[in-house]
Antibody, heavy 122, light 109 residues
Framework: QVQLQESGPGLVQPSETLSLTCNVSGDSIRTSYWSWIRQSPEKGLEWIAYMYYSGNPKYNPSLESRVTILVDTSKNHFSLKLNSVTTADTAVYYC????????????????WGQGTLVTVSS | QSALTQPASVSGSPGQSITISCTGTSGDIGNYNLVSWYQQHPGRAPKVIIY???KRPSGVSNRFSASKSDNTASLTISELQAEDEADYYC?????????FGGGTKLTVL
């Protein structure tokens, strides 16, 4: 059974870079698409990015200029970097399997990690 | 890319049925059969209950069903149970990106 676990700093200074890692266990990261999603009281659930293990990342247009998703097959994990953060980026960040647009192939998000709260504050 | 529109809240009594709507546009729901629904209990991560408009993952109760018409998707929960009280979110593919609904809080009276 696939399990995902987010890790990274819980507090980030404004204008700095938010960096998170999602460790995948129970399956190879080479089998699927992988996504980052965040949730805040103000914006609800917001999809951030997805990527197939071999490349071709896609980003939320509203975040595209600041975000990077990477997959590390040697460590079976994937990561998120969000630059120039502001208080509006404070949210619970989830990693999840899925994001494909192919019929019958992970075009849903499941499972999700437990989520990690990232607060942007000085 | 605007969020999909859901009612903020719905309620029903045990044993009753409720339906949650999710309205998008011809650029998302109306153009793709890639609508999924998620259930989220307080303090927990969302869990998929419907994918590809109408399909239920293994292990999800058949009390959950869904459909789509034009730019609107709908989730129906029949025979309401106390454990169904949660937040529900729709999600649709939208041309190389994904968009979520604002969420609907279901209260079981």
């Amino acid at each position: 059974q696939v399990q995902l676990q987010e890790s990274g700093p819980g507090l980030v200074q404004p204008s700095e870079t938010l960096s998170l890692t999602c460790n995948v266990s129970g399956d190879s990261i080479r089998t699927s698409y992988w996504s980052w999603i965040r949730q805040s009281p103000e914006k609800g659930l917001e999809w951030i990015a997805y990527m197939y293990y071999s490349g071709n990342p896609k980003y939320n247009p509203s975040l595209e200029s600041r975000v990077t998703i990477l997959v590390d097959t040697s460590k079976n994990h994937f990561s998120l970097k969000l630059n120039s953060v502001t208080t509006a980026d404070t949210a619970v960040y989830y990693c999840a399997r899925g994001g494909s647009s192919w019929s019958g192939y992970y075009n849903w998000f499941d499972p999700w990690g437990q989520g990690t709260l990232v607060t942007v504050s000085s | 890319q605007s969020a999909l529109t859901q009612p903020a809240s719905v309620s029903g009594s045990p044993g009753q049925s409720i339906t949650i709507s999710c309205t998008g546009t011809s650029g998302d729901i109306g153009n793709y059969n890639l609508v999924s629904w998620y259930q989220q209990h307080p303090g927990r991560a969302p869990k998929v209950i419907i994918y590809e408009v109408t399909k239920r993952p293994s292990g999800v109760s058949n009390r959950f069903s869904a459909s789509k018409s034009d730019n609107t998707a709908s989730l129906t929960i029949s025979e309401l149970q106390a454990e169904d009280e949660a937040d529900y979110y729709c999600c649709s593919y939208a041309r190389s990106s994904w968009v979520f609904g604002g969420g609907t809080k279901l209260t079981v009276l």
